[in-house]
């Protein structure tokens, strides 16, 4: 059984940095197409970025484009985000999702098969 598990969630200030981490467990990483989603309090989950199985190629949303990095760590199973230049409209809940399909929208959670229970991430101004 799949699982994964997010880390690196916390408060900074606008401006700061963190990195989430997100452990797969249970299978290879490269078996699946890998994403980070976000939820706010009254908000829809909304996707962040992507990337597929080998790394090459990476897909941002466009208000963290040039701010957030995704990247994979296939001998640690481990899928990063790099998130630089916070802002306030940034904090959220933070979710980690894998999927088995080909040719998937990466937008949609609908397209996902397992997620994360979330990583609580506060950007304060």
């Known amino acids: 059984q799949v699982q994964l598990l997010e880390s690196g969630g916390g408060s900074v200030q606008a401006g700061g940095t963190l990195r989430l981490s997100c452990k797969v467990s249970?299978?290879?990483?490269?078996?699946?197409?890998m994403a980070w989603f976000r939820q706010a309090p009254g908000k829809e989950r909304e996707a962040v970025a992507s990337i597929t199985r080998d790394g090459e190629s990476p897909a941002y949303t466009t208000s963290v484009h040039g701010r957030f990095i995704i990247s994979l760590d296939n001998p640690r199973n481990t899928v990063y985000l790099q998130m630089n230049s916070l802002l306030p409209e940034d904090s959220a809940m933070y979710f980690c999702a894998a999927s088995s399909a080909y040719g998937l929208n990466w937008l949609r959670p609908s397209s996902y098969d397992y997620w994360g229970q979330g990583t609580q991430v506060t950007v304060s101004s």
């Open positions: 249970g299978r290879n990483i490269v078996e699946y197409y």
